[in-house]
C-alpha cells in the first residue's frame, strides 16, 4: 500500500475516533466512557487507538473541538470585526449574538443530527481543555476577543462581576442550545419554536441576563463582603 493509502486511512480513523468521541461523550458524559470504549465504538481493531492518535482523553477532547470550532471561530472572528467596524463594541446584543448565532449553526436536525454542543456543554471546564484557555490555540482566538470586548462594555463593573456575567452567560446560552440540540432529535412537539424565533428569544433573554443593573440587595451583599 502507498504511503499516501496509509495516510489517508489514518485521517479517516482520526475523525472517525473523533466523531464517536463527541457523540459518546455528548450522551454518557466525560467521566462515563473511556478510551477503549470510544475505539470499539469507531470500529476500531486495536482498542487503544484513541491513546495512539491522541494521547490522553484531553488530547481526544481537543480534538473534537478543534474539529468543529474552526468554521465557528471563523463566523465569530468575521461578526466582530464588523462590530468593531461600525463603532458598536458595547453593543451587548451584538456581542451576545457573535457568541451564539456561530455556535448555533452546529445544530442539526432530524435528518443530520448533531452532538457537538452537548459535548461541549460537557467538556467545556474539563481541566486543560481549549475552552480553559481561550488564548492558546488560533481556533479560540474569536472567543478570547469576544471576552475582552463583553468586558470593556461591562466597565462598570468589577472585575469578578463581570467574569461571573460572562460565565453565567455562556452557560444559559451553551446549555439552551444543548437542550435544544437534544430536542430536534425527537417527535415533534407543539411548543417548539421555529429556528429563527427560538435565537432572537434566546438573545433577547441572554442580553437581559448579562446586563441586569445589580439590585439593591446585590449591591447590598457585596457592600459587605467588601467590608
Same mark, same amino acid.
Given at each position: ?38 475505539g470499539a465504538a469507531a470500529g476500531q481493531l486495536n482498542t487503544g487507538a484513541a491513546r495512539y492518535h491522541f494521547g490522553s482523553k484531553v ?20 461578526? =466582530?470585526?464588523?462590530? #468593531? ?7 451587548? @446584543? &451584538? /456581542? !451576545?449574538?457573535?457568541? %451564539? ?32 484557555? =481561550?488564548?492558546?490555540? #488560533? ?7 469576544? @471576552? &475582552? /470586548? !463583553?468586558?470593556?462594555? %461591562? ?13 453565567l452567560c455562556l452557560s444559559y446560552v451553551a446549555h439552551a442550545l444543548a437542550d435544544r440540540e437534544a430536542l430536534v432529535q425527537q417527535p ?40
Open positions: 500500500m502507498s504511503s499516501d493509502g496509509v495516510n489517508d486511512r489514518g485521517a479517516t480513523a482520526r475523525r472517525t475516533l473523533i466523531e464517536t468521541a463527541e457523540r459518546m461523550y455528548a450522551e454518557r458524559g466525560i467521566n462515563g466512557v473511556s478510551l477503549r470504549q470510544i488530547g481526544l477532547i481537543n480534538a473534537v473541538f478543534e474539529h468543529r470550532m474552526g468554521p465557528i471561530n471563523a463566523m465569530r472572528i468575521e461578526m =466582530l470585526d464588523a462590530v #468593531e467596524a461600525d463603532g458598536e463594541g458595547g453593543s451587548m @446584543r &451584538r /456581542l !451576545v449574538e457573535a457568541f %451564539l448565532l456561530p455556535l448555533a449553526t452546529a445544530l442539526g436536525d432530524r435528518k443530520r443530527p448533531s452532538w457537538y454542543i452537548r459535548f461541549a456543554v460537557a467538556a467545556g471546564a474539563v481541566g486543560g481543555a481549549a475552552p480553559t484557555k =481561550l488564548a492558546g490555540q #488560533e481556533w479560540t482566538r474569536g472567543m478570547d476577543r469576544l @471576552r &475582552r /470586548l !463583553v468586558f470593556d462594555a %461591562l466597565a462598570t463593573d468589577s472585575v469578578p462581576h463581570r467574569e461571573l456575567r460572562w460565565q415533534p412537539r407543539g411548543h417548539f419554536l421555529p429556528h429563527d424565533v427560538f435565537l432572537s428569544t434566546l438573545t433577547d433573554t441572554a442580553v437581559a441576563l448579562i446586563s441586569a443593573p445589580a439590585s439593591p440587595a446585590t449591591r447590598h451583599v457585596t457592600e459587605g463582603a467588601r467590608s
